[in-house]
Antibody, heavy 119, light 111 residues
């Protein structure tokens, strides 16, 4: 079955760039679907960050757009997130998920990775 | 503040039914039949329970159902079980500028 696994540094300094990768297994990214990033600050709700299609077409949360870059590497069957100029408010569990094309569902999700922004 | 409004908490006894509301606007919930619902147990990733307002993914119990009226979507869980105790989030497509919005989440307690 489709599985997603996030990886990346668990600690990032303020003003630096957060970088995460989501490795996909059991399904080829090139076969379709969008692939998204969602985050959840400790004790709070979910926030969609952005999504990418295998062609490289992207769309982002308007509130984060100026700081977010999502890219895809079909040869490695993975996609990545970069969030620049981070602050403590960016501390969260970051999830990656497969997203239905034009149907707005996320399934399955990766297990999530906690990223803490602190000096 | 989340784009979609959910009650902070709901509760029910085993065997009972509960409904969680998700109120948006005419720009999101009211305009598209693209509402999904997620269940999240503590320390776990969210799990898709309902998509396109009322469709159930394979493997999800038929005790879970979804509906929509105007700008408000609803998730109903019938025959409450202890394992249903979790946080629930709604999500809606919100057009070609905002795209995706989530609700603030509802904590379900099974008494």
């Amino acid at each position: 079955q489709v599985q997603l696994q996030e990886s990346g540094p668990g600690l990032v300094k303020p003003s630096e760039t957060l970088s995460l990768t989501c490795a996909v297994s059991g399904y080829s990214i090139s076969s379709g679907y969008y692939w998204g990033w969602i985050r959840q600050p400790p004790g709070k709700g979910l926030e969609w960050i952005g999504s990418i299609y295998h062609s490289g077409s992207t769309y982002y949360n308007p509130s984060l757009k100026s700081r977010v870059t999502i890219s895809v590497d079909t040869s490695k069957n993975q996609f990545s997130l970069k969030l620049s100029s981070v602050t403590a408010a960016d501390t969260a569990v970051y999830y990656c998920a497969r997203q239905g094309l034009r149907t707005n569902w996320f399934d399955p999700w990766g297990q999530g990775t906690l990223v803490t922004v602190s000096s | 503040q989340s784009a979609l409004t959910q009650p902070a908490s709901v509760s029910g006894s085993p065997g009972q039914s509960i409904t969680i509301s998700c109120t948006g606007t005419s720009s999101d919930v009211g305009s598209y039949n693209l509402v999904s619902w997620y269940q999240q147990h503590p320390g776990k990733a969210p799990k898709l329970m309902i998509y396109e307002v009322s469709k159930r993914p394979s493997g999800v119990s038929n005790r879970f159902s979804g509906s929509k009226s105007g700008n408000t979507a609803s998730l109903t869980i019938s025959g409450l079980q202890a394992e249903d105790e979790a946080d629930y989030y709604c999500c809606s497509y919100a057009g070609s500028s905002t795209y995706v919005v989530f609700g603030g989440g509802t904590k379900l307690t099974v008494l």
